[in-house]
């Protein structure tokens, strides 16, 4: 019965129509996102701190609101973060092989961007592995620990209430992550995690333009309430239809995405 669920649901994502980008007689040009980053303090390895500091700085940066391509370079980087240029190599090997940036001879550092299919893919799978985790906290998790998904919620409804788009969404999948790891399945708290960390810079954009956050807030205490009620088929459907819901962010940043 959940497969054909599922299979609806991914479906439902394939015909998506994507509009098309606005004519415009004078298009608005954004200015190519810089990456900001601080020198590296000794103490540690080098280069655990420069891949947390380029990892960081990645996650934040704005790559779904323009259409060219975000490069860095790896003497620059170097000089910003006041290291030579080997723990820079190092922690750019890491986050390639994270699937957040791309390395090409003598052309630098591409930050990696998901492709419309690419993110489509990436929602039915949350969809999916979501739905399974809410089914799973109905049954396992303990009261105390709904009541502290319930505050993940509250946080989320607060930093709404703030506008601060960049702090809700990471309060958003903090959220989603707490949520993942109450099904006491590690294997589906793990893949969820990474798809987390690449709908992140698409999901922090979008919210600041939607009202989506406002409608994410409701939806995350209808979430607890059926995870409370010990409601499987009622939290599974919730979590499904809020993963999927995401179809409005990627309608905003379509005009980019390939």
């Known amino acids: 019965m959940y497969s054909k669920h599922l299979l609806s649901h991914a479906m439902s994502l394939s015909d998506l129509d994507f509009p098309e980008a606005p004519e415009s007689r004078e298009p608005v040009r954004r200015r190519r996102p810089a990456i900001h980053v601080a020198p590296i303090t000794p103490g540690a390895s080098y280069r655990t701190k420069v891949y947390d500091t380029l990892k960081g700085a990645i996650l934040e940066m704005d790559i779904y609101s323009h259409s060219e391509e975000v490069r860095l ?7 910003k973060l006041g290291v030579s240029r080997t723990p820079i ?4 090997t890491l986050l390639e092989h994270e699937g957040l940036v791309r390395a090409e001879p003598r052309r630098g550092v591409v930050v990696m961007r998901r492709t419309r299919r690419e993110i489509l893919e990436g929602l039915t799978l949350w969809a999916a592995l979501e739905g399974m985790a809410a089914r799973l906290c109905c049954t396992v998790a303990s009261s105390a620990e709904i009541e502290g ?12 209430e703030s506008e601060t788009p960049s702090e809700y969404s990471e309060e958003n999948l903090t959220f989603h992550r707490h949520l993942a790891r109450l099904s006491r399945n590690s294997l589906i708290a793990g893949r969820l995690d990474a798809l987390f960390l690449h709908l992140r810079g698409l999901s922090t954009v979008a919210l600041s333009r939607t009202d989506h956050a406002e409608r994410s807030v409701l939806e995350h205490g209808r979430i607890v309430e059926a995870i409370a009620a010990r409601d499987h088929d009622r939290a599974e459907q919730l979590v499904r239809t809020h993963a999927l819901g995401i179809e409005r962010l990627i309608k905003v940043c379509g005009a980019h995405l390939r």
């Open 89 to 92: 190599r190092e922690a750019v």
């Open 73 to 79: 370079e790896e003497r620059q980087l170097a000089v």
């Open 149 to 160: 998904l319930q505050e993940k919620a509250d946080a989320c409804a607060w930093l709404r």
